[in-house]
Nanobody, 118 residues
């Protein structure tokens, strides 16, 4: 399974960005997908997660500003980020928990940089 992210970049505070993560491969199903981020000198943290039935979870720091969604037919996940703040600056990683038969696997994207200027 390969995860390919896109949509990062530089934006001013208060602006918006939309991240995408496309999963490709064969013989798997996706249980849930999520976005994590890691700022310099900090641990990687969960930003938002979405299950196959579209149940969502958000970090308190992004609730009301970020929206996660997915298109199951395209195996693609999105993160709409509004009202961005400088503290949102980080490398954002796509994650997928997949299932093949009875086994579950974790996959990560290569990361996409999001920089919010003040």
């Amino acid at each position: 399974v390969q995860l390919v992210e896109s949509g990062g970049g530089l934006v001013q505070a208060g602006g918006s960005l939309r991240l995408s993560c496309a999963a490709s491969g064969s013989g798997f199903s996706i249980n849930y997908m999520g976005w994590y981020r890691q700022a310099p000198g900090k641990q990687r943290e969960l930003v938002a997660r979405i299950s196959y039935d579209s149940t969502t979870n958000y970090a308190d720091s992004v609730k009301g500003r970020f929206t996660i969604s997915r298109d199951n037919a395209k195996n693609t996940m999105y993160l709409q980020m509004n009202s961005l703040k400088p503290e949102d600056t980080a490398v954002y990683y796509c994650h997928a928990r997949t299932r093949t038969g009875w086994n579950e696997y974790d996959y990560w994207g290569q990361g996409t940089q999001v920089t919010v200027s003040s």
